[in-house]
């Protein structure tokens, strides 16, 4: 596929205006506090179309479509599993989130536990896990845009990665926040527009678009085979996308850029409203796919229906709209590295220089210098693995990312937050039995061993979930606590009621 | 191993305040959870396991599909309720604080 001089304008106005963005988020771009949390000053409404762009990214645009056109009714699992999994956000982790963070994560956790151990083991694990992620998105966005622009697939790769690494060393979280918002409506117009356009032809009615979709396919679309393995493989997948995606650390420092918990329990309600839109619809816009543009077409194109929905946008749109979903699939996957390029690079910077190198003492020139070096620090990394793991299976890396987040983030948050036994040992052996049982359990899974597999299911979560909260309880009961751990009681006050204890560091926008 | 920490603990009333607020709002997220994430995982264990989803509703809908779509929903439903039941809690949150702002002044006005 070449890139027609229509595409090629658009991709550039992208860029142009995601530069734009850059350029002025970086005259604001002063402290430490700007350039992690924006300042902790986003409004609610704002914040919500961010977590919008971050949740509505290319795998749920592009991936989730065609997942509906060739695999049918198992597609519904990757978008009900993140939409329900947001009532878990919203009622248990935002509000304390935003009132015991700062930057990261790992300062969620240290606002209880102060060891340097559980600063970097949090940090460690939202390095990887962000990393993990990065590359998944980085191999699969090389391969698109080279295949919608018609250049190299390594040329695709640096051109995305000097692009994320020039956002965040320059406009830091702000310019993220921003492209993040541009992109979501962006998106959400396209969404709407596709799903207006498919409608339209079954006179507005989504049952006739589903009978259409049904006599087109050549495997009942809407039903499921039981199982026993695949039963388990369902109830892993749904777990993991469900209470990953929830506990991916580019997702939960997004509290951390609002002022206060009406902000934050704004930006929810606000994200759960565009979200919930475009994960209901984007279903059917699979179901258009295979009435419209046909099953056989959909795999001619690309074995994995990676490009359905573009194909489908040609179909019922023409060039013009085509040229415009392209660019806004670019616009997408910049937007969702840039904001894991602020995430891993706070974890480099926040956590392992200034917090446990500096022991705190960093000024603030020197904390935004570490973290621009931080940002090109990981985002070469990540550029040079997307390099080498072109012909890899890249959704082994995007699953890690979704079930170590689920594994070793969500028990650990939910014990800091519940549990008042939980010692320093607790944090750190939970962390690490979460973290290295998803990724062993991928390594001898199906995804990269193949049919070889020693463990049968495609995502661990079955596994590794129950192992990190077992590390928790078992690094506790066979530990004391620790003097240097705040007590039960003072996180209760700080993460219900927002007072810090005194000597603290206020967060940002306070 | 890091010093010890030199913040003093938080007031009695406020160590009350707070764990008030934590039960109340777990008491809600108990069973928001379980009807929206829990409801969530029985509709994937019966569509992993059986094929009783996969009975016809009306035309191509089937059970698994309109069950799917009613996800959405509950989740509005466990979002607006829970606005509700957050905007008294940080009406309290405010009452409670402006208290130990006040005992504070008065304190230092004793001294």
């Known amino acids: ?510 | 191993m890091t010093p010890p920490p030199e913040d003093p603990a938080p007031s009695a009333e406020l160590v009350a305040a707070a764990r008030t607020l934590s039960a109340e709002r777990l008491r809600f997220a108990v069973p928001a959870c379980l009807v929206s994430f829990g409801g969530f995982v029985v509709i994937t264990v019966l569509a992993g396991f059986t094929t009783v989803l996969n009975v016809t509703v009306v035309g191509p809908l089937n059970l698994l599909t309109l069950l799917m779509v009613l996800g959405f929903p509950v989740v509005g439903v466990c979002a607006v309720l829970y606005s509700r039941r957050a905007a008294e809690w940080d009406r309290r949150t405010e009452e409670v604080l402006a208290a130990a702002r006040r005992a504070e002044l008065e304190k230092a006005e004793a001294r």
């Open chain 1, 1 to 510: 596929m070449s890139a027609s001089p229509l595409t090629l304008g658009i991709f550039a106005a992208v860029i142009a205006l995601t530069m734009g963005i850059t350029f002025w988020a970086g005259r604001r771009n002063h402290g430490a506090g700007e350039h992690y949390v924006a300042g902790g000053q986003l409004t609610g409404r704002q914040n919500g179309l961010a977590i919008v762009g971050d949740l509505v990214s290319a795998a749920a645009f592009l991936g989730t479509v065609g997942m509906v056109a060739l695999k049918g009714a198992s597609a519904w699992f990757y978008v009900v599993g993140p939409f329900v999994a947001f009532v878990i956000l919203l009622t248990v982790l935002a509000e304390p989130l935003r009132n015991l963070g700062r930057f990261t994560m790992a300062d969620v956790v240290a606002s209880r536990f102060r060891s340097r151990g559980v600063r970097a083991s949090m940090a460690v694990n939202s390095l990887l896990v962000t990393v993990f992620y990065m590359i998944s998105q980085l191999v699969a966005a090389g391969a698109l845009i080279s295949l919608l622009l018609g250049i190299p697939y390594w040329v695709a790769v640096i051109v995305v990665g000097i692009l994320m690494t020039i956002y965040i060393a320059v406009g830091g979280m702000l310019a993220t926040s921003w492209i993040q918002i541009v992109k979501a409506v962006m998106v959400l117009v396209c969404i709407a527009l596709l799903f207006v356009l498919v409608l339209a032809r079954y006179d507005f009615n989504p049952l006739a678009l589903m009978q259409a979709a049904s006599d087109a396919s050549s495997f009942d679309l809407f039903a499921t085979t039981a199982g026993a393995l695949s039963g388990l493989n369902t109830l892993s997948v749904a777990i993991a996308v469900g209470l990953g995606t929830a506990a991916l650390p580019h997702i939960l420092i997004r509290f951390l850029t609002v002022p206060d918990v009406k902000e934050a329990r704004k930006s929810m309600n606000f994200a759960l409203v565009f979200v919930g839109f475009a994960f209901l619809v984007i279903p059917f816009i699979g179901y258009g796919a295979v009435s419209i543009v046909g099953q056989q077409a959909i795999t001619q194109a690309d074995k994995g229906g990676n490009l359905t929905t573009l194909q489908l946008s040609g179909v019922v749109g023409g060039p013009v709209f085509f040229a415009i979903v392209a660019a806004v699939t670019f616009a997408t996957i910049l937007a969702v590295v840039a904001g894991l390029v602020i995430a891993g690079s706070g974890a480099l910077a926040h956590d392992l220089y200034n917090s446990i190198l500096r022991k705190g003492r960093a000024s603030e020139r020197e904390q935004i210098y570490a973290g621009r070096i931080a940002a090109l620090a990981v985002a070469v990394v990540a550029i040079v693995i997307s390099l080498a793991a072109h012909n890899t299976n890249v959704s082994s890396l995007g699953a890690m990312a979704v079930v170590v987040a689920a594994s070793a983030n969500v028990p650990v948050l939910l014990l800091l937050l519940f549990w008042k036994r939980l010692t320093t040992t607790g944090v750190i052996s939970g962390i690490v039995a979460g973290l290295t049982s998803a990724v062993v359990l991928i390594l001898v899974g199906p995804q990269v061993m193949g049919p070889d597999a020693w463990y049968p299911l495609v995502y661990p979560t079955l596994v590794s979930v129950p192992l990190g909260f077992l590390g928790c309880w078992a690094g506790t009961v066979l530990s004391r606590p620790r003097p240097d751990e705040s007590s039960f009681e003072a996180m209760q006050v700080q993460a219900q009621l927002g007072v810090r204890p005194a000597g603290e560091p206020a967060a940002a926008g306070h």
